[in-house]
């Protein structure tokens, strides 16, 4: 007996079809490949001072993200990731000091960060969030006294970055611009592909509704220690980029809680907890800074105040007010449902 | 004999972390907030009296009955205004408010103060003078006021918590904010009550550091904050008591690094802070009603 | 809605307590949908139902700790909606939270003392708990975290009883008690109503609620399914209402999606 028409049973709830982006998205990625590529051209365009304030905006960026990461999906507010800045400045110095490119220091730099971060992690993984951020901050504090005992560094004073010897300037120039852009565009993509993993996707959990993650069975615990692994390789390998660019180090500039300052005020104004809100919040933090360069510290005060503004009022920054009116996502991360109109005879997933 | 001295040096330097840490204290145990720029309070009140005595020439003793006040109201004002908006958002939320503002009262002292180191000066020998106490320990008259006064300031605030109406409705807010509500109490106008206790006791540890040492724009994060935290944590959370064992420790660790070496001060406290937080995370004097 | 009070309560404008049209969301779970009651002074008002049926937050936002979407709650004729919790606990509505959530770092006479610390004027006092409650005076400076569940529970009913409430509220009295403790509470009830009080109480205990109750409103998925004073129900009727089984009607709200669980 052969059913002539299969007709479909009344379903009581509407059927969905989902997806990972939109059809946007693939433009957004080609827009993104174009980017990069004329970024990647600029030393050939432009003179040093451009580059070299791009540099800048790039190490912002990739600290942002990172700050982000650790505060707007696994929850973590830390005020002490200057810790891993001055690190990773100081393990491009030492291999440097010991006849390594500071190029090739890069990547080891990032890697030893990571590494640290992990008995670091263990020191202040039990303390809760405001409690957590001060012992953070502790902990950079201390990692700088350390490091200044030792003179063979420069002590508490500093020393000039070797192995840039023989290296025409304009060439040093265009590295560092190479490297900081590598760097960041690394970033940007780890952390995508990260979201959209099964890590992201306990990450997400835990930024709509840490308890509910927790108790269904998501594993928390796991999920923060990568992240804070992470993002102390990002902060390191900026650390890194920061003292090639800078040709010298200095513990009391690469230890600097205006590092944070500047990372959680530029992903707060741009908007927590999304991809694209560093990127915006960098925007606005380097045309702040350049605007406002004369005038010293006015730039990290306004930029302090907007901050406070936006988290009372805004909470989801620049790019949520972005969000709310145009619906767009340039990172597919999220999950979109489409509606299945009723009686079209579609499978759900085709 | 010089050891002596560095533990006598770090007790009485414990009183003055005390003074920084019970506000600190009690802000988390009330209204969980942690206040990120509890340190750069303590400056904003030293520079204030700076101010006062500049421009008005009153005796440095004075400076106090004005500026704790003040700094009492601007605490209120602060708390019912911007932190409970925080509060009302989320925990982040607050976190990162109370980070901007520490970094906006810096860059704010910075823009307007240069970071040169300023003190606040008297004429007073209560205030420069030190006896001795054998050959190699000189102890600063100074030292032991601001010690006294930090154990009054404490034992007055145990008295209040303990047998006052108003301190029985602020541990009472502390332990259950809403069950507090449903007995009648505005637990924003407590948080009101607790953060002007705060910013009051700050700003008198912020005018005695003045006094005993030099203010500078970054000396907010650089030792008040970070000392009145060890402190706390080092003491106990939920314990006021808790605090001044815990600055008492802290000052000794100190005292004894700089004996070693005169640069290992600071850093001795800090690597004692992240010892306890290792063995004995609860603090030396733990109560057990919150960790 | 089962009304079975046909006749048995006036229907004028004399209620203390008043819930008209009550919607009350959890973001974007409906808890209540329109909710009406009335609580005549000197009742024992009883809310039962089972998990989830939306009990505690009818309590909770008539003490004013959650806000309702649409609807009104009514002190005496007023309009207390848009007052905030405080406020309506010091204008008389004294609610007792589940799992007595005494304040665990103040001694037991503290405790009472923070009851009295907005109180209106009445009989009772700290001295008069004392009275009620005849272990209590010994322990007075006992810190509550060391009491036994019933004395806490009794502590907590002290400490809401000094403020001279109008509307006693009391949520879940017997969660986590043993039975012959649960007994001993209510036996106080009498006592409590004597004074003038009135009691809107939330209980699991369906037939410790009907020993107790003047008055029986019972909640399934946030719709009222019977109401009513307890002899004017059968124990089938009770139980239809409390499961939602066929032959309890539901009261004609927005029919419930098929498949929904409670």
């Excluded at chain 1, 490119?101 to 020191?123: M, T, Y």
């Excluded at chain 3, 809401?160 to 403790?181: F, H, I, T, W, Y």
């Amino acid at each position: 007996m052969t059913a002539a028409t299969a007709t479909t049973p009344a379903q009581s709830a509407p059927a969905v079809r989902v997806t990972r982006s939109q059809r946007n998205v693939a433009w957004t990625g080609a827009v993104a490949l174009i980017i990069v590529a004329v970024l990647g051209y600029l030393p050939y365009l432009v003179y040093s001072g451009t580059t070299t304030i791009l540099v800048q905006g790039f190490i912002v960026l990739t600290l942002a993200s990172m700050w982000n990461l650790l505060a707007g999906y696994a929850g973590l507010v830390s005020v002490g990731q200057q810790a891993f800045v001055g690190l990773g400045a100081y393990f491009v110095l030492i291999l440097a000091i010991h006849g390594i490119s500071p190029f090739a220091g890069l990547p080891v730099a990032a890697i030893g960060c990571g590494v640290v971060a992990l008995p670091l992690w263990w020191l202040v993984s039990r303390l809760r969030s405001g409690y957590f951020a001060i012992a953070t901050w502790v902990l950079a504090a201390t990692i700088m006294l350390i490091i200044e005992r030792f003179s063979s560094i420069g002590g508490g004073t500093g020393m000039p970055m070797p192995g840039f010897a023989g290296l025409a300037p304009t060439l040093l120039t265009a590295y560092t611009y190479w490297a900081a852009l590598a760097v960041t565009v690394l970033a940007l993509l780890g952390i995508y592909l990260i979201l959209r993993s099964r890590l992201g996707l306990v990450l997400t959990a835990i930024r709509d509704d840490e308890t509910a993650a927790r108790s269904s069975g998501a594993r928390t615990g796991l999920a923060r220690l990568l992240v804070f692994l992470i993002a102390g390789a990002g902060c390191g390998a900026a650390g890194a980029v920061l003292a090639i660019s800078q040709l010298q180090v200095q513990p009391s500039a690469v230890f600097s809680i205006s590092w944070t300052a500047e990372m959680a005020f530029a992903t707060i104004i741009g908007g927590i907890g999304t991809i694209e809100g560093p990127i915006i919040g960098t925007a606005v933090f380097m045309v702040l800074q350049q605007t406002l360069q004369s005038y010293n510290a006015w730039y990290l005060i306004i930029l302090g105040l907007v901050a406070i503004i936006i988290a009372l009022f805004a909470r989801r920054g620049l790019w949520g007010l972005v969000d709310d009116h145009l619906s767009v996502r340039l990172f597919p991360v999220g999950y979109w449902l489409h509606d299945i109109p009723p009686g079209t005879g579609q499978l759900p997933g085709s | 004999m010089a050891w002596v001295n560095a533990v006598i040096q770090g007790i009485l330097t414990g009183g003055l972390y005390a003074l920084f840490a019970c506000g600190l204290s009690l802000m988390f145990g009330v209204m969980k907030v942690v206040n990120l720029a509890h340190g750069d309070l303590a400056v904003v009140a030293g520079y204030i009296a700076i101010g006062i005595i500049f421009v008005t020439h009153v005796p440095v003793l004075w400076s106090f009955l004005i500026v704790v006040p003040v700094m009492a109201a601007l605490g209120y004002a602060l708390q019912r205004t911007v932190i409970q908006t925080a509060l009302n958002r989320s925990v982040l939320t607050t976190l990162i408010v109370m980070f901007g503002l520490s970094q906006v009262i810096e860059n704010g002292l910075l823009q307007f103060f240069s970071a040169n180191t300023r003190g606040i000066g008297a004429n007073l020998a209560l205030v420069t003078e030190s006896f001795n106490l054998g050959s190699q320990i000189q102890i600063a008259w100074l030292l032991i006021v601001i010690f006294a006064a930090a154990v009054a300031v404490l034992g007055g605030l145990q008295y209040f918590l303990s047998r006052s109406q108003y301190g029985r409705l602020i541990r009472a807010v502390a332990d259950d904010t809403e069950a507090a509500r449903l007995s009648g109490a505005d637990h924003r106008h407590v948080f009101g009550i607790a953060a002007a206790i705060a910013f009051g006791t700050v700003a008198l540890g912020g005018i005695a550091y003045g006094m005993y040492s030099q203010l500078d724009p970054t000396a907010g994060t650089d030792t008040i904050l970070l000392f009145a935290f060890a402190a706390v944590v080092i003491g106990g959370l939920g314990s006021l008591w808790g605090t001044l064992l815990g600055g008492i420790v802290l000052g000794i660790a100190q005292q004894i690094g700089a004996q070693l070496n005169i640069s290992y001060e600071t850093l001795a406290g800090y690597l004692v802070f992240l010892a306890i937080l290792v063995i004995r995370p609860q603090g030396l004097i733990a109560t057990g009603t919150q960790s | 809605m089962t009304d079975l009070s046909k006749g048995s309560r006036p229907q004028d404008g004399t209620a203390l307590l008043e819930v008209r049209d009550l919607t009350v969301h959890h973001g974007q779970l409906r808890a209540l949908d329109a909710i009406s009651l009335r609580v005549l002074p000197g009742e024992v008002y009883a809310i039962i139902g089972a998990n989830g049926a939306g009990k505690s937050t009818l309590l909770r936002t008539i003490a004013g700790l959650h806000q309702p979407t649409e609807g009104a709650v009514l002190l005496d004729g007023a309009d207390v909606t848009g007052v905030r919790p405080e406020r309506r606990a010091r204008q008389g509505i004294v609610m007792v939270l589940e799992g007595r959530r005494l304040f665990g770092s103040l001694t037991v006479e503290e405790n009472l003392q923070v009851g009295t610390s907005y109180a209106r004027q009445g009989p009772w006092t700290i001295e008069r708990v004392y009275e009620m409650f005849d272990w209590m005076r010994g322990r007075r400076d006992q810190r509550t975290s060391q009491l036994s569940g019933g004395e806490q529970q009794s502590v907590a009913i002290g400490r809401a009883l000094v403020a001279n409430p109008r509307v006693l509220l009391l949520d879940e009295l017997s969660l986590g008690l043993a039975p012959v403790v649960v007994q001993r509470i209510y036996a106080m009830l009498p006592q409590i109503l004597a004074t003038g009080l009135t009691v809107l109480l939330v209980e699991q205990d369906v037939s410790q609620a009907l020993r107790v109750a003047t008055h029986i409103h019972c909640l399934l998925e946030g719709r009222t399914t019977l109401e009513g004073p307890p002899a004017g129900v059968t124990a089938s009727q009770v139980e239809a209402a409390y499961f939602g089984l066929a032959g309890a009607a539901q009261s004609p709200a927005a029919p419930g999606r098929p498949g929904e669980g409670s």
